[in-house]
T-cell receptor, first 112, second 115 residues
């Protein structure tokens, strides 16, 4: 059974800092990995999707890496802003129906 | 193009009552999913469907039933609600044959409270 772990559970940083969120998964037989952002009381917004054959994906100030063999992914956020404050969820896609298995998330607070 | 929509947005039920949550997508996706999210946790898969007329159990299916009579709709039913089913429910869809992509798109969620 696939299990996804995210560390840390919560993170508070001053504005302008670069930061890294970590995600690990137990079964390396994945199709892809997706990072989401969730604002309080809201739905999920997809940030980046990395296919199993890729090593990283970039979108603006966000960079996600994938090391499938070691079961790890990182989300790098450059020059953090208060508007980046949210919960970040990592999810891996596996199984016959390509369903997602989610981590518990990292709650990020960027202080002005 | 509305993406994934969910009805209703909020609902309060008494223990033992029944209800149906509706999910609709307009992206011609083959796969649809129902997840629940409890405080401090990630999403857990309840049921999913890989095509019209098909359904399958996910990680936490007990107490729920689903139906997919039309490709664009996926219904989640609670026959006899229990306080343990108080949660936020998210619907998602994925897989476009034309785009050959499995990226999942999520609805805004339904907040359900069972008293």
């Amino acid at each position: 059974k696939q299990e996804v772990t995210q560390i840390p559970a919560a993170l508070s940083v001053p504005e302008g800092e670069n930061l890294v969120l970590n995600c690990s998964f137990t079964d390396s037989a994945i199709y892809n990995l997706q990072w989401f952002r969730q604002d309080p009381g809201k739905g999920l917004t997809s940030l980046l999707l990395i296919q199993s054959s890729q090593r990283e994906q970039t979108s603006g100030r966000l960079n996600a890496s994938l090391d499938k063999s070691s079961g790890r992914s990182t989300l790098y956020i450059a020059a953090s802003q208060p508007g980046d404050s949210a919960t970040y969820l990592c999810a891996v896609r596996s199984g016959s129906a390509r369903q997602l298995t989610f981590g518990s998330g990292t709650q990020l607070t960027v202080l002005p | 193009n509305a993406g994934v929509t969910q009805t209703p947005k909020f609902r309060v039920l008494k223990t033992g009552q029944s209800m149906t949550l509706l999910c609709a997508q307009d992206m011609n996706h083959e796969y649809m999913y129902w997840y629940r999210q409890d405080p401090g946790m990630g999403l857990r898969l309840i049921h999913y469907s890989v095509g019209e007329g098909t359904t399958a159990k996910g990680e936490v299916p007990d107490g729920y039933n689903v139906s997919r009579l039309k490709k664009q709709n996926f219904l989640l039913g609670l026959e006899s609600a229990a306080p343990s089913q108080t949660s936020v429910y998210f619907c998602a869809s994925s897989y476009s044959v034309q785009r050959s992509s499995y990226e999942q798109y999520f609805g805004p969620g339904t907040r359900l409270t069972v008293t």
